[in-house]
């Protein structure tokens, strides 16, 4: 039996029924429901402030909700926090703060050591893996600070990874990397798939959860389409997730997107 199919018998890794959520009054998310099965790779797409870092913060239980609930492998949030890694939009993040990459990807361990353990041989073998999965095992030394953005993004995932989550949410890893980074971390969500993982991906990149998801959340503060990239990306879900924040174009019966 295969981790994925072995995980389907669990029930959904991600439940999400009628989410309400805002800020000061104003709304967010509207009525968000939708479901992803264990070992699936879900991309969450639509334009600026349609609510993904929103959604992705209720699930960690860092924004309340006014209304509904998620549920990650049947538990509430405020349980099934050891289950989750989160990468934050690179933007929220101090990278003045005097550590090294190294430091920053062993970060990710502390949560699983526990107020008396300190990290051990195994912790830091953990770390260099994680380092190695994206490709800055030669990194290891530098300050954060000097990192570029591209490998900013990939320090984070690290420490994400770092924390052996059974599901990663990422909120906009690929922006920002080039052509060659952003193939390499499209083959790790691949690889992370295989071991039965679960990827919640908030994203701009429509070709990207096009070229490789299972699944896709079309966001526009309610939820427009929901279901395989394949189907869901028609024209008239394009346009009601992105409106003016698109430009679709029609070239022979396929719909190619770009930004404006
Ligand atoms: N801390 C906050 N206080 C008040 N309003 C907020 C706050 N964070 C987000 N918002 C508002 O909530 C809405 C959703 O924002 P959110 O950050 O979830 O969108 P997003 O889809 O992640 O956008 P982006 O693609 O720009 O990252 C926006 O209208 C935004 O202005
Ligand atoms: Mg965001």
């Given at each position: 039996?295969?981790?994925?199919?072995?995980?389907?018998?669990?029930?959904?890794?991600?439940?999400?029924?009628?989410?309400?959520?805002?800020?000061?009054?104003?709304a967010a998310l509207e009525g968000i429901s939708f479901e992803i099965e264990p070992g699936c790779l879900a991309g969450l797409v639509g334009p600026n402030g349609s609510?993904?870092?929103?959604?992705?913060?209720?699930?960690?239980?860092?924004?309340?909700?006014?209304?509904?609930?998620?549920?990650?492998?049947?538990?509430?949030?405020?349980q099934a926090r050891r289950l989750l890694g989160y990468t934050p939009q690179v933007e929220l993040v101090d990278w003045t703060f005097p550590v090294t990459?190294?430091?920053?990807?062993?970060?990710g361990r502390y949560g699983r050591l526990g107020l008396l353990r300190r990290p051990g041989r195994g912790d830091r073998e953990m770390a260099w893996r994680c380092l190695e999965q994206v490709g800055m095992?030669?990194?290891a030394d530098r300050q954060i600070g000097e990192l570029s953005g591209g490998q900013q993004r990939r320090a984070l995932i690290a420490r994400t990874l770092a924390q052996e989550p059974r599901i990663l949410l990422l909120d906009e890893p690929v922006t920002g990397l080039d052509a060659a980074a952003q193939h390499d971390l499209l083959h790790l969500f691949d690889d992370l798939r295989a071991e039965g993982?679960?990827?919640?991906?908030a994203t701009h990149d429509l070709s990207c959860v096009a070229a490789g998801f299972d699944h896709v959340v079309c966001l526009n503060r309610k939820v427009i389409a929901f279901g395989e990239p394949r189907t869901v990306f028609t024209e008239e879900v394009l346009n009601a997730t992105f409106e003016r924040h698109l430009l679709l174009v029609n070239i022979e019966g396929k719909i190619y997107a770009g930004h404006q």
């Amino acid at each position: 039996m295969t981790a994925k199919q072995l995980a389907k018998d669990q029930g959904p890794a991600i439940e999400v029924r009628d989410l309400w959520a805002g800020y000061n009054r104003h709304a967010a998310l509207e009525g968000i429901s939708f479901e992803i099965e264990p070992g699936c790779l879900a991309g969450l797409v639509g334009p600026n402030g349609s609510g993904k870092s929103t959604l992705l913060r209720v699930m960690l239980g860092l924004h309340r909700p006014w209304r509904g609930e998620v549920r990650l492998f049947g538990q509430k949030v405020a349980q099934a926090r050891r289950l989750l890694g989160y990468t934050p939009q690179v933007e929220l993040v101090d990278w003045t703060f005097p550590v090294t990459l190294f430091d920053v990807v062993m970060m990710g361990r502390y949560g699983r050591l526990g107020l008396l353990r300190r990290p051990g041989r195994g912790d830091r073998e953990m770390a260099w893996r994680c380092l190695e999965q994206v490709g800055m095992a030669d990194l290891a030394d530098r300050q954060i600070g000097e990192l570029s953005g591209g490998q900013q993004r990939r320090a984070l995932i690290a420490r994400t990874l770092a924390q052996e989550p059974r599901i990663l949410l990422l909120d906009e890893p690929v922006t920002g990397l080039d052509a060659a980074a952003q193939h390499d971390l499209l083959h790790l969500f691949d690889d992370l798939r295989a071991e039965g993982k679960t990827l919640l991906v908030a994203t701009h990149d429509l070709s990207c959860v096009a070229a490789g998801f299972d699944h896709v959340v079309c966001l526009n503060r309610k939820v427009i389409a929901f279901g395989e990239p394949r189907t869901v990306f028609t024209e008239e879900v394009l346009n009601a997730t992105f409106e003016r924040h698109l430009l679709l174009v029609n070239i022979e019966g396929k719909i190619y997107a770009g930004h404006q």
